[in-house]
């Protein structure tokens, strides 16, 4: 019952550097909710999660690597879920 709520996250971040929050948890929420789902409805949910996130000032914002600034480290592992 508890594996469609949670989610493994590797200790290093496997996140493209170049997307942002938003467009990190929108492929996700593609990749993982049935075809059932209407594009409305997840864009909803991630709005949620970026809400619940506190994600709301960075969701824009492209999450960065070494040689790109982007959002925080704890924004960053916040986004991993």
């Given amino acids: 019952k ?3 709520k949670v989610a493994f996250v ?7 550097p170049t997307a942002t929050p938003r467009e990190a948890l929108g492929m996700s929420a593609r990749l993982r ?3 059932t789902v209407t594009a409305e ?3 909803n949910m991630v709005n949620d999660v970026i809400r619940v ?12 690597d070494d040689l790109i600034k982007g959002i925080s480290g704890g924004e960053k592992r916040r986004t991993s879920i």
């Fill in 2 to 4: 508890m594996g469609s």
């Fill in 33 to 35: 909710l049935p075809p």
């Fill in 53 to 64: 996130l506190r994600l709301e000032k960075c969701a824009d914002t492209m999450i960065g």
């Fill in 10 to 16: 590797t200790q290093e971040d496997t996140l493209c």
């Fill in 41 to 43: 409805q997840r864009q």
